[in-house]
């Protein structure tokens, strides 16, 4: 299978909420769009497939949710960048942290009235931040499809996100050795796929980290097609997804 990849820059248009942990009514939020919220997103979603409550209450299958096969595009993570393309760390200059309160400040956290807490704190990533991010696919078009200024809603909190800038789509080279991911999301007993690594967010369902994996297949992009610091991505982190690809074919 051939394979295509392009680079994207995306800058949310209001306050983005995507909470990371609650300890009591303290929320705060990870400074990532992970590879699901993306497809979600960007593909407007187009292939979402019906499912019962019943089997939705059972366990998240989001493979069970979409059929990628319909629309064969998928995503490394957008992460917070500055206007030369390097990582950002979250900081009080893109979030803020603003306050909830009730008619009952002294007691705080939940109320036993209706459960819910009424006093405490949410942080946000604050409007007109920029994310980059890698798309897949194995048809040229779909990529090409993309175009600056297109507006997409993504996130429970239906925040909107405009492409700023979208890099010509490259062809990938499949190649042998290891490969340094300065961010990949991966299942939790992939990070065993690494020789050194850096956590740099974790959830219920991926890890979210950098490092340099062992000898294997990766896909190689072009250097003249991408910014730093991404040069390739590892075959085991997109097997999944291109084999949901070819499911329709």
């Known amino acids: 299978m051939q394979l295509f990849a392009r680079h994207f820059v995306i800058r949310n248009c209001g306050r983005f909420l995507h909470v990371a942990s609650d300890y009591g009514s303290m929320y705060t939020t990870h400074a990532h769009l992970s590879s699901e919220m993306l497809y979600a997103g960007l593909s407007r979603e187009r292939t979402r497939l019906a499912r019962d409550f019943t089997s939705l209450a059972k366990r998240y299958d989001f493979f069970a949710d979409f059929a990628l096969d319909r629309w064969p595009v998928w995503f490394t993570p957008a992460m917070l960048v500055d206007n030369k393309g390097q990582i950002l760390a979250k900081s009080k200059a893109v979030a803020d942290v603003h306050q909830f309160n009730s008619m009952r400040e002294g007691v705080p956290g939940i109320q036993s009235n209706d459960k819910l807490p009424k006093f405490g704190s949410m942080e946000t990533i604050l409007p007109d ?32 996100f405009e492409i700023v800038n979208a890099a010509d789509t490259a062809l990938l080279a499949l190649e042998q050795g290891s490969c340094h991911t300065p961010f990949l999301q991966v299942r939790p007993h992939d990070a065993g796929q690494f020789t050194r690594l850096h956590v740099l967010a974790t959830t219920q369902r991926y890890v979210l980290l950098s490092g340099t994996t062992r000898d294997g297949a990766f896909w190689r992009l072009p250097t003249e097609n991408i910014s730093e610091p991404v040069r390739g991505v590892p075959e085991f982190a997109l097997k999944t997804v291109l084999e949901h690809f070819q499911h329709g074919e």
């Open 129 to 160: 931040n920029r994310f980059g991010f890698l798309a897949f696919s194995h048809q040229h078009d779909l990529l090409d499809s993309f175009e600056t200024g297109n507006v997409y809603w993504m996130g429970k909190k239906r925040t909107m």
